[in-house]
């Protein structure tokens, strides 16, 4: 399949013919090769993920600390 993509040396984005294959698309200036764009696309992924999960996280926390001052309120306020 990697081997396909890399025979086929038009670019991704605009189909221009990249039979000298250059990194980056003479023609539009993005990654011609499918192969390495989809790896950084793998990677952005995964740290949109990784993102996702410590926005969570933070959140989470959040909460947890907001839940805190209310109980920290009712205990100041009853005593
Ligand atoms: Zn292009």
């Known amino acids: 399949m990697a081997v396909c993509l890399q025979l086929v040396s038009n670019c991704i984005h605009c189909n221009v013919d990249n039979s000298?294959?250059?990194?980056?698309?003479?023609?539009?200036?993005?990654?011609?090769?499918?192969?390495?764009?989809?790896?950084?696309?793998?990677?952005?992924t995964e740290r949109g993920k990784r993102t996702d999960v410590e926005f969570s996280t933070q959140t989470i926390d959040e909460s947890i600390n907001e839940m805190n001052k209310k109980k920290e309120e009712r205990y100041a306020q009853s005593w």
């Open 20 to 44: 000298e294959n250059w990194f980056y698309c003479r023609s539009c200036g993005k990654h011609a090769s499918e192969n390495k764009y989809s790896q950084n696309l793998w990677m952005s």
